[in-house]
């Protein structure tokens, strides 16, 4: 298997823009995580899908955040309309459940600049 | 989830044992204690996890003390790429699954 795969890995919009970040999980897997890390606050929960369905959503940071997964190999966040601070790596995880305690599989993530 | 204190930063020399204490004093029982560890400008990567006993894998040890209140990851002969900040994550797992990092520990090897 190839990992966790994300894209774009490097993305640089203008102030306003619609972004949509993308996640490939491992095959076999159900459980989905995206994270966002900054210097300043470090790395973020942002939501958390169980069997496509979102099970805790408490870390998106507003509105303008949303995530989707239509289906167990895909899934998308987008930020509409995006601002400088929302610059940060964007992670995308995912892990097996109901085997639990086990580990999650990270991507390589998505560097998003906002000018 | 039971939260974690690491040290900020630590230095290893390379080819020895690295050393790296988390302290978390409020753990329950049903609570696993989880290592990961990010490579400067990659994806967290899984190390290693325990209840009580102390377990070894190809990567480290971790050892949990007696009354799991705090672990030590232990890598036994460090090299230079394992230079990373090593995040120590408490969670009980099962449907609760999700990670929750803090700031963790910068290891530097060095040469």
């Known amino acids: 298997d190839a990992g966790v795969i994300q894209s774009p890995r490097h993305e640089v919009t203008e102030m306003g823009q619609e972004v949509t970040l993308r996640c490939k999980p491992i095959?076999?897997?159900?459980?989905l995580f995206w994270y966002r890390q900054t210097m300043m606050r470090g790395l973020e929960l942002l939501i958390y899908?169980?069997?496509?369905?979102?099970?805790?959503d408490s870390g998106m940071p507003e509105d303008r955040f949303s995530a989707k997964m239509p289906n167990a190999s895909f899934s998308t966040l987008k930020i509409q309309p995006s601002e400088p601070r929302d610059s940060a790596v964007y992670f995308c995880?995912?892990?097996?459940?109901?085997?639990?305690?086990?580990?999650?599989?990270f991507g390589q993530g998505t560097r998003l600049t906002v000018v | 989830d039971a939260k974690t204190t690491q040290p900020p930063s630590m230095d290893c020399a390379e080819g020895r044992a690295a050393n790296l204490p988390c302290n978390h004093s409020t753990i329950s029982g049903n609570e696993y204690v989880y290592w990961y560890r990010q490579i400067h400008s990659q994806g967290p990567q899984y190390i290693i996890h325990g209840l009580k006993n102390n377990e070894t894998n190809e990567m480290a040890s971790l050892i949990i003390t007696e009354d799991r209140k705090s672990s030590t990851l232990i890598l036994p002969h460090a090299t230079l790429r394992d230079t990373a900040v090593y995040y120590c994550?408490?969670?009980?797992?099962?449907?609760?699954?999700?990670?929750?990092f803090g700031k963790g520990t910068l290891l530097t090897v060095n040469p």
């Open positions: 994550i408490v969670n009980s797992g099962g449907s609760n699954y999700k990670l929750t």
């Open positions: 095959s076999g897997h159900n459980s």
């Open positions: 899908f169980n069997n496509n369905v979102p099970i805790d």
């Open positions: 995880a995912s892990s097996f459940f109901p085997q639990s305690n086990t580990e999650a599989f």
